[in-house]
């Protein structure tokens, strides 16, 4: 009898250990099909292309300046092929993959180099656990939530898994609190089908799931939105910490962070500003600034007299 509920006891074990067995290698190789076809799709949609020798560049007041790549302000010192301001994605080829791509997220130095969904409905996160082609998984994708209202929106997040294993997705944000790893990798770079922008990364931190920062959205110059980014600051356990003003806009990266907040949805997340915005048609670096934010506030951009017969 004694023997027989030990085998009984043992065939139960076994079976517990054969499925949490069985659901590791199944979550191992989900993660393995999605790295694989990010990888896939990186090389077939990054290319990088030759700049001119000569670059338009719009200051803050409208002026359009003709200036040698390595004069820009705030810009590169050391102007290379690995330039990220050079690089371009193809957005027809993504778009044939799945056209709810909205953008490509790039972290020079780290593993965050990935394509960004849009999602549709306010509230429904679809791709949360979805590939980019919309298959199943069990690491979702970067993604951008639905918001019905995106006039003068303030305050971009883009919501990414951190993996198990710590290289996928948003797996390696933490890593912003230790060591050098702010230093080494400070800006952010999205792509988009008309220009690349880079954002300066301010502040990263703990924070939780029913926080503030999720309560989207936020209109740009509003109290609220001052509130927001005086909050965020008190937030920062990295990070110059110098927010940006009211007037300008904020991206944020988001990921769970199960090492804090216990029961209460402890998150992780970078806050960056706008640093420089390369539009590729125009071959025109702005400050952070949007070509059609500039024109639908100033009208056409000036163009400097003794610069006007280079355009």
């Known amino acids: 009898m004694r023997k027989s509920k030990k085998k009984i006891v043992s065939g139960v074990l076994l079976l517990i250990?054969?499925?949490?067995?069985?659901?590791?290698l199944?979550?191992?190789?989900?993660?393995?099909?999605?790295?694989?076809?990010s990888d896939k799709i990186k090389e077939e949609v990054s290319y990088m292309q030759d700049a001119p020798q000569t670059v338009r560049y719009m200051n803050a007041e409208g002026e359009i300046l003709e200036l040698?790549?390595?004069?820009?302000?705030?810009?590169?010192?050391?102007?290379?092929?690995?330039?990220?301001?050079k690089r371009r994605i193809d957005f027809d080829r993504l778009h044939e993959v799945n056209p709810d791509i909205a953008r490509w997220l790039s972290i020079p130095g780290t593993i965050v180099e990935y394509p960004v969904m849009q999602e549709k409905t306010p509230g429904v996160y679809y791709y949360l656990w979805r590939d980019m082609e919309g298959n199943k998984n069990g690491w979702g994708s970067?993604?951008?939530?639905?918001i019905e209202d995106t006039t003068d929106m303030a305050h971009t997040i883009?919501?990414?898994?951190?993996?198990?294993?710590?290289?996928?997705?948003?797996?390696?944000?933490?890593?912003?609190n230790s060591g050098t790893y702010y230093e080494d990798n400070p800006y952010v770079y999205l792509y988009y089908p008309n220009r690349v922008e880079r954002w300066e990364i301010w502040m990263g931190g703990n924070v939780l799931g029913t926080d503030m920062v999720y309560r989207l959205p936020y209109t740009l110059g509003s109290e609220r939105y001052e509130d927001l980014l005086g909050?965020?600051?008190?937030?920062?356990?990295?990070?110059?910490?110098?927010?940006?003003?009211?007037?300008?806009?904020?991206?944020?990266?988001?990921?769970?962070?199960?090492r804090f907040g216990g029961d209460q949805e402890g998150r992780y997340i970078l806050a960056a500003k706008p640093s420089?915005?390369?539009?590729?048609?125009?071959?025109?670096?702005?400050?952070?600034?949007?070509?059609?934010?500039?024109?639908?506030?100033?009208?056409?951009?000036?163009?400097?007299?003794?610069?006007?017969?280079?355009?």
């Open 158 to 176: 883009v919501f990414g898994h951190k993996t198990s294993r710590g290289d996928y997705a948003f797996a390696t944000l933490p890593k912003y």
């Open 231 to 258: 909050w965020i600051q008190s937030k920062a356990e990295v990070g110059t910490n110098i927010a940006p003003d009211k007037n300008t806009e904020t991206l944020v990266l988001s990921t769970c962070n199960d």
């Open 142 to 146: 970067l993604l951008l939530p639905a």
């Open 276 to 311: 420089l915005f390369y539009y590729y048609d125009e071959q025109l670096y702005t400050p952070g600034l949007k070509l059609e934010g500039v024109r639908a506030k100033q009208g056409a951009p000036v163009w400097r007299k003794e610069n006007r017969d280079h355009f």
């Open 68 to 85: 040698l790549e390595v004069q820009i302000p705030n810009g590169w010192d050391k102007i290379s092929s690995e330039n990220p301001m």
């Open 17 to 24: 250990a054969l499925t949490f067995l069985g659901l590791a």
């Open 26 to 37: 199944r979550e191992q190789l989900s993660l393995r099909k999605s790295q694989t076809l």
